[in-house]
């Protein structure tokens, strides 16, 4: 699981200002889950071979009594309570204030590991104006700026010391057989029925996996001769050797279950068509790489008219998961339900399809000689042979000359020939160019 670095701090200190500067850019957020987290924006950062969500709070007033500052505590508490470790930003020109003290006091009960930033610290002589920073009793002042990138390094690579991380080889050595499956979708779509259901319905094989971390639950058991491991979303409870799905929702969680699982079950609600909400799910599960399910739960609460209507909006709004198979279903009178596991099986077998350099290189070769790149100016691209560069999602790397001259249409027809030749229904493929000079 991906660790989570929540900033917190007063308003205007450059929570903001540094979020962008971590994820690199604002394009970073990865869901604004609109309606859920007015005040909360989750992006993804890397630094290093290290992953990591961040989380831009609101301002944080923790003695406001009443009205939007009660609201934003609110969300930065949420947050706090998510994160792995809290970034608290404070003002190195504007210098300590009262609320500065109650947001230190607050974060030091927590007992969470913390690190403290001053930003606007540009041009400043460090330890002559910071000093007074120290009483907050939080230990190291990081002096930084945001705005100018500096500092920004070397506060990341503290914050994320503590929390021990694995290094991304650790990761590649789970086990292939195991398809790690999470169900993701808004609130109320069904997902805690969907999973109560299945969990009812199957002689569960519940063990302790060693290496999950945290809080995380997942849920190992066996179907029809496959081995899945259900990550948690829906908020899963453990009652002894039984799970249970409890409603609760956490944006933080959906992230983290999308980035650890093989395959996401995408599930939407027939009564309500495609919200936003869903998009920005459906275009983080595409983000991620992970093979995608798309199941529209509720099918038995609607009538003729409205199951046209969520079938077009699927076409209009999330026409970028056509390659997924597409299930209509119902959760709570078990309707459809064997054939979304069929579809979950080969979106995963599709995700892990090894494609030898042989095959690749004939298949381009082929879809060449069908139809070649369009002249650019005086370049022809040239593709010459092609590899593949990885799975979950499948990576085709191709290689030839003046490949920055292929058309995104170009792009597209190759990964249609691709994904017919390998029958890749159920994941994203992705399509590398490499110009050799
Ligand atoms: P937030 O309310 O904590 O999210 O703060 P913002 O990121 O919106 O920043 C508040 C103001 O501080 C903006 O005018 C920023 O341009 C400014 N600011 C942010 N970082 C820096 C910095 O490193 N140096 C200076 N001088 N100004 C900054
Ligand atoms: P979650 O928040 O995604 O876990 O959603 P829940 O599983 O808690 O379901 C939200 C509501 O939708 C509950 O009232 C369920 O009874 C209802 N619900 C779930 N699945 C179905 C279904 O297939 N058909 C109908 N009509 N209602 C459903």
Not at 20 to 32: F, G
Not at 41 to 67: C, L, M, W
Not at 148 to 157: D, K
Not at 202 to 216: H, I, K, S
């Given at each position: 699981m991906k660790p989570v670095m929540a900033l917190v701090g007063r308003p205007n200190v450059g929570k903001s200002t540094l979020f962008?500067?971590?994820?690199?850019?604002?394009?970073?957020?990865?869901?604004?889950f609109?309606?859920?987290?007015?005040?909360?924006?989750?992006?993804?950062?890397?630094?290093?071979?290290?992953?990591?969500?961040?989380?831009?709070?609101?301002?944080?007033?923790?003695?406001?009594?009443?009205?939007?500052?009660m609201e934003m505590a609110k969300q930065t508490r949420q947050a706090v309570a998510e994160a792995d470790v809290v970034v608290f930003v404070v003002d190195a020109r504007g210098g300590l204030s009262a609320q500065d003290h109650d947001i230190a006091n607050y974060l030091r009960k927590?007992?969470?590991?913390?690190?403290?930033?001053?930003?606007?610290?540009?041009?400043?002589?460090?330890?002559?104006?910071?000093?007074?920073?120290?009483?907050?009793?939080?230990?190291?002042?990081?002096?930084?700026?945001?705005?100018?990138?500096?500092?920004?390094?070397?506060?990341?690579?503290?914050?994320?010391?503590?929390?021990?991380?694995?290094?991304?080889?650790?990761e590649a050595a789970v086990n292939e057989s195991v398809i790690k499956l999470a169900?993701?979708?808004?609130?109320?779509?069904?997902?805690?029925?969907?999973?109560?259901?299945?969990?009812?319905?199957?002689?569960?094989?519940?063990?302790?996996?060693?290496?999950?971390?945290?809080?995380?639950?997942?849920?190992?058991?066996?179907?029809?001769?496959?081995?899945?491991?259900?990550i948690d979303t829906a908020g899963l409870r453990r009652k002894g050797k039984v799970f249970e799905a409890i409603e609760k929702f956490s944006v933080v969680k959906t992230l983290q279950a999308?980035?650890?699982?093989?395959?996401?079950?995408?599930?939407?609600?027939?009564?309500?068509?495609?919200?936003?909400?869903?998009?920005?799910?459906?275009?983080?599960?595409?983000?991620?790489?992970?093979?995608?399910?798309?199941?529209?739960?509720?099918?038995?609460?609607?009538?003729?008219?409205?199951?046209?209507?969520?079938?077009?909006?699927?076409?209009?709004?999330?026409?970028?998961?056509?390659?997924?198979?597409?299930?209509?279903?119902?959760?709570?009178?078990?309707?459809?339900?064997?054939?979304?596991?069929?579809?979950?099986?080969?979106?995963h077998q599709a995700a892990m399809t090894k494609m030898s350099t042989p095959v690749l290189t004939r298949l381009l070769q082929e879809a060449v000689q069908f139809q070649a790149p369009k002249r650019s100016g005086m370049f022809r691209p040239k593709l010459r042979y092609a590899h593949q560069g990885g799975m979950n999602p499948p990576v085709i790397v191709i290689h030839g000359n003046s490949l920055e001259h292929v058309t995104d249409a170009y792009k597209r027809f190759l990964e249609g020939r691709f994904r017919k030749e390998f029958n890749l229904i159920g994941t994203p493929l992705r399509i590398e160019l490499k110009t050799s000079h």
């Open positions: 962008n500067r971590i994820t690199k850019s604002r394009d970073a957020i990865v869901a604004d609109a309606g859920l987290t007015r005040d909360r924006h989750y992006g993804n950062a890397r630094q290093g071979k290290h992953e990591f969500i961040v989380i831009d709070t609101g301002g944080f007033e923790p003695t406001a009594e009443s009205g939007i500052f927590l007992g969470k590991p913390t690190v403290l930033a001053a930003n606007k610290a540009e041009g400043m002589t460090e330890g002559v104006q910071l000093t007074e920073f120290y009483e907050l009793g939080l230990g190291e002042v990081h002096a930084v700026s945001a705005a100018h990138g500096q500092g920004i390094r070397s506060l990341v690579e503290v914050a994320l010391e503590p929390l021990g991380l694995p290094d991304d080889e650790d169900v993701a979708g808004r609130p109320n779509v069904g997902k805690s029925t969907l999973i109560n259901t299945w969990l009812g319905e199957e002689r569960l094989v519940a063990f302790d996996l060693p290496g999950t971390t945290r809080d995380a639950i997942s849920v190992p058991f066996e179907r029809g001769g496959k081995r899945y491991e259900l999308i980035e650890s699982a093989n395959v996401v079950l995408l599930l939407l609600d027939a009564t309500q068509g495609v919200t936003d909400q869903d998009a920005h799910i459906a275009g983080y599960i595409l983000e991620s790489g992970r093979a995608v399910v798309l199941a529209i739960n509720k099918w038995d609460a609607v009538d003729a008219y409205q199951r046209e209507q969520v079938q077009r909006q699927i076409e209009a709004r999330l026409a970028f998961l056509k390659f997924a198979a597409l299930h209509l279903i119902s959760a709570k009178k078990r309707q459809g339900l064997t054939p979304v596991w069929q579809s979950i099986a080969q979106a």
